[in-house]
């Protein structure tokens, strides 16, 4: 779904959906359409905010990627809080990497920082039919 979002709104060099399983949410009508497309449903959504010269979330960029890979069933988006700062006060981002889970438009998790099996096990908790 996030591809077909992407290309739909002409995401061009930062969307990296189609070779990682990651999108890239780079203007507030990108973020607004997938948003609102996930609000009613039971898919997990996990939300990578980052930023480009944040250094843990450089190195960390490949364990998301893979876990995007692993976990087709899941919705993985990456959001820079400096291409959409109002997105990150929304979701009261203070530090980078931040992961929130959502699903059904609903917060049901959030790690702060680049801990891959604590992720992973959260992703593997909510990503079934809860």
Do not use: Y
């Amino acid at each position: 779904m996030g591809t077909a979002i992407s290309n739909m709104l002409g995401a061009g060099e930062g969307n990296e959906s189609e070779h990682s399983g990651v999108t890239k949410l780079s203007s507030s009508a990108q973020w607004q359409l997938h948003f609102n497309g996930m609000k009613d449903s039971n898919q997990l959504l996990v939300i990578d905010f980052s930023a480009s010269w944040c250094g843990p979330c450089k190195s960390f960029e490949p364990a998301v990627r893979h876990m995007a890979v692993k976990f087709t069933d899941v919705s993985f988006v990456k959001v820079d809080v400096d291409e959409l700062p109002e997105v990150a006060k929304e979701f009261d981002v203070t530090a980078m990497p931040t992961f929130v889970l959502m699903k059904n438009g609903k917060e049901v998790d959030r790690i702060v920082g680049a801990k891959q099996d604590e992720l992973e096990n959260k992703v593997t908790k909510h990503r079934g039919g809860q």
